[in-house]
């Protein structure tokens, strides 16, 4: 390790590690600090990932791609089940081999890693960004850099040292509880989603399968349900579930976690500072899926960081290009996703059983995930068109 | 005032990610309420296990 780089990554999460792999492939000195013992473990994930935005990355490779599946399920609270056949297929990751493979990939291309850092605060000089202090198996220190880039996740401290309220919302914050279970009932080439205010208030159940007979179960609840204390705990909502539907499940996993499901921040850079990922809300908040946004944002903030090396311009003007690129892109597209979310898991649950009947007495056949949210959305034209647009 | 039950804790960092103050310091398999709580109670609604308890009110 060096005293200084020209950007520090704090979080080894795929958001960093990609950060890290295209900045350090723009010819920028790259440090990333993470401050697990490993990159990529424990996981906190459900694994899904959709194949058009896994494959702009990384070919499938079945090491970290368990699974394929085109066949989703969504199960309405009566139980009533929509099925539809989708054009573009959801694959399941090994997220433990798949983090693994892009540090070794941001490593390749020149970046130096190192675990067990624990980054603890920020060095600003005259209101620019100008490092990180860390602690390393007890031992307290600081580390320069011109630039440093927060992918330090859903509990994100780094854009809050710099002034920036990257605290998430009770509305905007799921939070979950999910065990990967070994069971005989397991169909492993469909992914389930089950809906309802009685199975998770304002989220939902998924059962993603990694392969036969084991699958990833678990519930996210918004965290506006969460506020009276005799509440269900997700922990309470997954229980019940498994109990109900997998009676014969083992346990092999079982992890808590928060996604956040947000509008994405209006500030995610500053004079030396940029934020990707979770860190930055860029997870979408009807889905609560982030590992693909947060590696297309690192994508982007990379690059901008490798031209401002190269420029030696580190001020917030010139890494304004990152939001910029992003909300052209994904931030477009997860605003309006953020619109249609406050009205789908607004739905009462007759209301959900009404439309899951109206799909499949019109259209049982060749339905697309578009089609369901056109479908569900219909009574709110606006949200019609958002739908229109986001899956074009 | 809340307290952590580390027993039950899963380090998931859901209680930092909520926090205002940003006084939850969560380190690998540790963690700690610095100074300057304002009893929000935020992190006791959203975490996943219950871990985060307010402290019973004294008469
Ligand atoms: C239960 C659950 C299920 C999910 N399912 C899916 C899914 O199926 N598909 C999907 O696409 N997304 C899913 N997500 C969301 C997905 O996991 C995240 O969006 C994704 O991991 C974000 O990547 P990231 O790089 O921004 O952050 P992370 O992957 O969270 O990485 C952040 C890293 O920063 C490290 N870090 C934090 N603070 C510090 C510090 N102070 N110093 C050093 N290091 C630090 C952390 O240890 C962590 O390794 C799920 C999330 C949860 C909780």
């Known amino acids: 390790m060096k005293e200084e780089y020209d950007v520090i990554i704090v979080g080894g999460g795929p958001g960093g590690t990609t950060a890290a792999y295209y900045a350090a492939s723009g010819g920028a000195k790259v440090l990333l600090l993470e401050k697990k013992r490993d990159i990529g473990f424990p996981v906190r994930c459900a694994e899904g990932v959709g194949e058009a935005g896994l494959k702009e990355f990384l070919n499938p490779d079945p090491k970290w791609a368990v699974n394929k599946i085109n066949t989703y399920r969504l199960i309405a609270p009566d139980g009533n089940i929509v099925t539809v056949k989708n054009k573009e297929a959801g694959y399941i990751l090994n997220r433990r081999v798949f983090d693994y493979m892009l540090a070794e990939r941001a490593s390749e291309m020149g970046a130096e890693i190192l675990t067990r850092m624990y980054v603890n605060g920020i060095i600003i000089n005259d209101r620019t960004v100008s490092g990180v202090r860390c602690e390393y198996l007890g031992k307290k220190f600081s580390i320069r850099s011109n630039i440093v880039i927060g992918a330090d996740g859903v509990e994100s401290r780094v854009g809050r040292w710099c002034g920036i309220k990257t605290n998430i919302k009770l509305r905007d914050i799921e939070t979950c509880v999910q065990a990967t279970i070994s069971s005989k009932k397991i169909e492993s080439d469909k992914i389930d989603f089950y809906f309802g205010k009685k199975i998770a208030p304002g989220g939902y159940v998924w059962v993603f399968p990694k392969g036969k007979n084991l699958a990833n179960v678990g519930v996210g609840i918004a965290g506006i349900y969460t506020k009276n204390p005799e509440r269900k705990s997700p922990l309470d909502y997954l229980n019940e579930f498994l109990n109900k539907h997998y009676p014969d499940a083992s346990i092999l996993t079982r992890l808590a976690g928060g996604v956040p499901c947000a509008e994405g921040l209006k500030r995610i850079v500053a004079d030396g500072l940029m934020l990707v990922g979770d860190a930055a809300h860029q997870a979408n908040p009807v889905t609560g899926g982030g590992i693909v946004n947060a590696m297309k944002a690192g994508r982007i903030a990379g690059k901008v960081a490798a031209e401002a090396v190269l420029k030696q311009d580190f001020s917030e003007k010139m890494l304004r290009e990152y939001p910029k690129q992003w909300n052209n892109t994904v931030g477009e597209i997860n605003k309006k996703f953020y619109r249609m979310k406050k009205v789908i898991f607004g739905f009462s649950d007759k209301s959900l059983n009404a439309i899951a009947k109206s799909f499949n007495e019109t259209s049982p056949e060749n339905l697309t995930i578009k089609d369901i949210f056109v479908g569900a959305l219909k009574k709110h034209p606006p949200l019609v068109i958002d739908a229109l647009k986001v899956f074009k | ?59």
Do not use: H
């Open chain 2, 1 to 59: 005032m809340v307290y952590i039950i580390e027993d039950k804790c899963d380090y998931c960092g859901i209680c930092v990610s909520v926090c205002p103050p940003n006084v939850i310091e969560l380190k690998e398999n540790n963690i700690k309420i610095l100074e300057g709580c304002t009893d929000c109670k935020l992190c006791v609604y959203v975490c996943p296990y219950k871990a985060v308890k307010e402290n019973e009110r004294r008469i």
